[in-house]
């Protein structure tokens, strides 16, 4: 008999802020699919276990398409009938709108190019880790660390000017945090939207060496433009801006990793994909079907609403030994932190070049950094953010 869960868990266990919800978990002991109901009544299916997910992800019978999610699992939006995706917004599209607007960036993220941003990336890195240093010795390790390389690195790479970087953050930070109310989000988001079209025009005006000004040359409009800029820049700064501080609460948390890290740099890059399988920032998907499809012995009918937990496949004990430890010496990797299928985050080797660089030049300058306060008092980010995270992380060291 099929497992039920009453609805879809969003409380993570206190003193467990790495952990998915203890609720997610039982889920997956139960088998890898589940039976959910949604707020509306909506009988879909939350999806677990890694076999099943990956699969999913990569099966063009489940649909992304923005006017297909009708049905939200803890929000009944009632007769409200969803628009399709902006124009250029890609992640929420299908075949061949997907492809139209992803095809002339793949090879602007090539392992190659973003590799060749690594002097640049230690430059930034060097910047605000100076920064810090003069500073201290307390720091926020959010807006002195993590949020600041992420961004100026996207928006170089974009083009944004370097003054408009604050107040650019500041919108982005409002409508992925999960935290504003309807209004101010929808303000942030209305500002960002007209800010890219101003950037756009910009760049078709007087073109400069960046992203943005490259994809003018083309058949793509002003409107299609913004929303592809709007997903590269919401995606290339928050998503490895919560990985950069939640990463460094989790080694600071797991003293013997730390240490290993610190004294191995051989150690960097699995440590990097260790830590995006542990903590599994972008904890969930969300797909409809397009026609009925056996999946794990379970028929899912045509336009049923799935939920594919990332942070349980990631943690699912028949792909992963142990998996609820960080273990920085792991061998067993393909986790699905960056999703997978065409979907696949089109910066991950943007965001890999980021960890790689920022995380032991911070643990090497600082070799005494510790919390500042007791761990159950570091802020987190609410489950109804997008991309789970710290709000702060104060830290302090030796001087």
Request: glycine content about 6%.
């Amino acid at each position: 008999m099929v497992y039920t869960v009453p609805t879809l868990p969003t409380t993570r266990q206190p003193g467990c802020p790495f952990d998915p919800p203890k609720d997610l978990i039982e889920a997956r002991e139960h088998g890898p699919i589940s039976r959910l109901p949604f707020a509306d009544g909506h009988q879909g299916w939350l999806i677990t276990g890694y076999d099943l997910v990956r699969s999913v992800l990569a099966d063009q019978r489940f649909s992304s398409r923005r006017e297909l999610m009708r049905h939200h699992p803890t929000i009944d939006y009632g007769e409200i009938e969803v628009p399709p995706a902006p124009p250029g917004e890609f992640l929420l599209m299908d075949e061949p709108q997907h492809s139209r607007y992803r095809k002339p960036l793949v090879g602007k993220f090539t392992v190659r190019r973003m590799r060749q941003l690594t002097e640049r990336v230690e430059q930034v890195t060097a910047e605000h880790l100076d920064a810090m240093e003069k500073a201290g010795p307390t720091a926020d390790l959010v807006t002195a660390f993590a949020k600041p390389i992420p961004a100026v690195i996207i928006c170089e790479l974009l083009g944004v000017p370097y003054e408009d970087r604050g107040s650019f953050q500041d919108n982005i930070d409002k409508f992925l945090g999960g935290e504003v109310g309807d209004e101010e989000l929808f303000a942030a988001y209305t500002a960002t939207q007209q800010y890219l079209a101003d950037l756009v025009a910009a760049k078709r005006a007087d073109p400069t060496d960046d992203v943005l000004s490259d994809l003018t040359d083309s058949d793509l409009t002003d409107e299609e433009l913004r929303g592809m800029a709007l997903i590269l820049l919401s995606a290339g700064f928050d998503t490895t801006a919560n990985m950069l501080a939640l990463g460094t609460f989790a080694l600071l948390r797991n003293p013997e990793q730390l240490a290993a890290l610190r004294a191995d740099p051989t150690l960097t890059d699995n440590a990097v994909e260790e830590l995006l399988r542990y903590l599994s920032v972008a904890k969930q998907f969300q797909r409809v079907a397009l026609e009925d499809v056996e999946l794990g012995g379970q028929t899912i009918k045509a336009g049923t609403t799935v939920i594919l937990s990332l942070n349980t496949a990631n943690r699912d004990p028949e792909r992963f030994t142990d998996p609820h430890v960080l273990d920085l010496r792991r061998q067993n990797g393909g986790h699905l932190a960056f999703s997978h299928g065409i979907h696949q985050c089109l910066g991950q080797q943007l965001a890999r070049v980021e960890l790689r660089v920022a995380l032991p030049a911070l643990i090497n300058r600082f070799p005494t950094l510790r919390l500042a306060v007791p761990a159950e008092e570091v802020a987190l980010r609410p489950e109804t953010a997008d991309i789970y995270g710290v709000k702060s992380l104060p830290v302090t060291w030796e001087v």
